[in-house]
């Protein structure tokens, strides 16, 4: 008898698991600096931000132990964000408190309140580009030099396979098949940490 | 093909091969640029980020991963993880961490609950074991408690078979108590090494009985007998059981970290898991220490499948395989003895472990030993006195809707909705415990709740204080005729309930299980009404309509059920609502529904006028549609809303709340999957706080809590469990903008369903036993965090 979720044991259902230090590691060095840069864009300081980070992967590995966070209910990437938001939020609130009447608070409390409705766009877009990154980071030497550059310049930069093939020394065909291993690699690589973060 | 191969759809080897085609190929190159004007663009995603984290981010990071993921290696050489905040020493100094008069020498072992460390007591000299509570329990605000009441309790057992307990204390919020430290290893790590010798068979299983048969007396439970709770102290043969009663600290999320439930559920009894079966008391120690020695003398486990759900439903419903027929050498009487203990039903096994203690002593087979009334069991009672007996258990215990909840789950488990499900079974228990610990005056309340005079008769008599009726003359004539307290079975279908007023004595309204009998109260005018003053009504497994005129002004209350002083109990019922009507008033009242389901077309009330010290439970129901729950004034109420689903428009409505009022809510494991907002204020026209909120476990896939017009804040008091300071914003997120699916429909849908008749809201509860395999969750009494 298997359980039904024996096939998705992603990053996240992994930290459910206390005993598992590499998901939680893992975990921390991922979505640690994407909650930090989040802090940053949102008018934190570095120490700040710092702490935001901490506070909120804190969170979540206490939800998650907690079976506060449902996969069937929402991307995990969603919740995420809910709860960045509201560990701001709360930064704020009590700097608020404790500082009310300056004029940096004044700033603040209208980032706090202003309602945002890209917000959450903001998120997606940064959250796709953090794994993204993370994942060129992790995958990047697995590759020769020439695979990854066929790779990144006719799929990031733009350049047409041809250019790039005789830029490179290659023939076309070689160019695709190196693009679509490194895409393959890629996006298998971010399914590891979430799976329905999808890169088209 | 070359499309395909263009879009990295092909397999690595078909994409060589057209790869090198292609290389070679003109026509194919061009027709290959032809379509790459819409390449997959990257170029977003890789656009640098502005800002670095710095070093202070990667210290933060850094200390993040060692707070949380310890590796277990570090056990037995450092203090570890979450507990370095409580165990600060002053570095310069170079000493060891203290609490109180105890010196931490040496972690020796981590569990969930707690980690054990080897110490020196320096008012006595002598070194000792040191268990403190693990601080990620703090988050269960009651976990301290119990952790020190059971350690208490345990440290009343005074017997060389148990460890001692010394003392217990709190450090810096964080209970923790000193035991005898046991020089040896557990049964666990012993059998690990190989099978022990025959002749230790019988001392071992003597001593864990004699330590059991202590404890029982001092009425402690273990609840979690197993073989790395039993240790064997070197050089001698002393056998001693630890961990007592402490299972029931556990909260869910432990028993998930340990791994226990999820890692080796042989062990434990069938009625620990299935409430049908029966209480869980000393015996289900028993049924634990006979797999115990299954496993010893067998060196298996009685029960073992390659799931863990697997092995629970051996344990639940197959025997085990008899010792006698395995190729081991073991006395008859010490294999007949196992086999009585693993006996599923409670009542067959010894009945207690003074008796295993002698059976073992006198080498005699425990049946000798055994009361006559044991073997009554063998016959049992007729089965449909049975069902009778189960709905009285439930009615008659505070403990009832959870059991209810507990049985649906069980019938779940076996769909295989996942391990999930385990550890929350497993935990229901303490859940429950915990409950009643954190709310004294609901606790204070229920065990009192009086059983009226006719369940008493009917339990002296059977069936026999139980009057059937048929139809409304029937009911009209027994409730003219009788003046006392009245328990009724309804025989029909359908029954138009007359308008009656149950005034000082109690009525209990009952339809056998295999009807789906259908109660409808319906009127013709506002004013009439059933009542009850200073009685209690008790519906039971029936269907409730209410019909009829609302009433015409907003404020006028003219409920279709009025309940004053009294009680109302509504159990396993599904209850519809009139529209735009009020439909139950409580006022003064206790009220609890269980295992119900509540409907309505369009805004239907319940209306509480609590008195101080009313309850309002409201436990493993279905909520869906339009229902308001309209609060009024109040003081030291208390509303408990437990493993709940709220589907809709489900609305809690304060009215003009004064600076009296307040009300103290308890909502935990509910699914706030209500549509439009789940509290509002309408007219606030106090700053006082007129709900305190205090929630644990909840899932608010849509709901969007706490619409406050006023903008006051402090007119909710939030605590989550988590984030007690925050205030009720909280509520406003969104967890997610994806629907939670139920049964593969959406919330949306099921609403409309339920509107047009389509389906009733209570299949939506009964149809939980076929939640699928895909994770997919049906809304109701079970709580459904666990994720599929």
Known sequence: ?200 | MLQRFRYGQLSAEEEAVVGQHVNRCGDCQIMLQSVESDAPSWHDLATANQVEGSGYLADKLAALKREVGTPTADAGTNFVGDLEPWLKTDPAKQTLPQIDEFILQQCIGRGGMGAVFLANDTKLARQVALKIMTPGLLADPTAAERFQREARSAAAINHPNVVTIHAVGVHRDLPYLVMELVDGQSLEDRLRIGALPASTWMPIAQQIAEGLSAAHVAGVQHRDVKPANILLQTGTDGVKLTDFGLAKTRDSQTLTRTGFLVGTPEFIAPEQFDPTIGPVDHRSDLFSFGSVLYWMITGQAPFKDDSVLGTLRRVREQPHRPISSMSVDCPEHLAHLVDRLLEKHPARRPQSAADVVRAIAERQPVTELLPAMDLQIETGPPRRSQAVRQGQRRRTTPLGGTMAWAVLLVATILVAVGVFVVTRWGDSRPRVQAFRAESEGIEARIPNRRRSQADQDADRNGDDGTYDVTNTDELIELLDQTADDIRIRVLADELELPTFFLDGRDMHLTAPPELDTRLVFQREDVDERIQVRDASLHLENVMLEFVGPMEPEVDDIDAFMAVVDGEFLAENCSIEMESSATCFLFEGADAELIHCDLHAMDSAAIRWEPQPGSVLRIVNCVMASAIQLVLGEASGDSIVLEHNTFIGEVNFECLDPSSETMHRLTANQNVFAATESMMMCDRGTSSASWLRWTGRANQLPLAILAVQEEEDEDLIEVSTGIESEDPPTWFDDRTSRQEPRLDGRSVETIWEQLDSGEIRPQQLRRSQGDAGDEGEMLIGAIDHFDGG
């Open chain 1, 1 to 200: 008898m298997t359980t039904a979720n024996s096939t998705r044991v992603s990053l996240v259902t992994r930290l459910g698991d206390h005993e598992d230090h590499d998901a939680w590691a893992q975990f921390v060095d991922i979505y640690g600096p994407l909650i930090y840069r989040y802090g940053r864009r949102r008018g934190l300081q570095d120490s700040d931000a710092a702490d935001l980070a901490q506070d909120v992967l804190r969170e979540v590995s206490q939800a998650i132990v907690k079976f506060q966070y449902d996969p069937a209910i929402g991307r995990f990437r969603n919740w995420l964000f809910l709860i960045a938001r509201r560990v701001l939020s709360r930064r704020f609130r009590n700097r608020d408190r404790s500082f009310r009447g300056s004029g940096d608070t004044a700033s603040l409390q209208q980032l706090q309140e202003l309602p945002d409705p890209h917000a959450e766009d903001l998120w997606e877009v940064e959250y796709r580009k953090h794994l993204f990154q993370w994942a060129s980071e992790q995958v990047r030497s697995e590759f020769s030099e020439n695979t990854w550059a066929a790779f990144w310049r006719t799929a990031v930069e733009g350049d047409s396979p041809a250019d790039v093939a005789g830029a490179l020394g290659l023939r076309v065909g070689s160019i695709y098949v190196a693009r679509n291993r490194v895409m393959r690699r890629l996006r298998q690589r971010i399914a590891q940490v979430d799976e329905t973060l999808k890169l088209e």
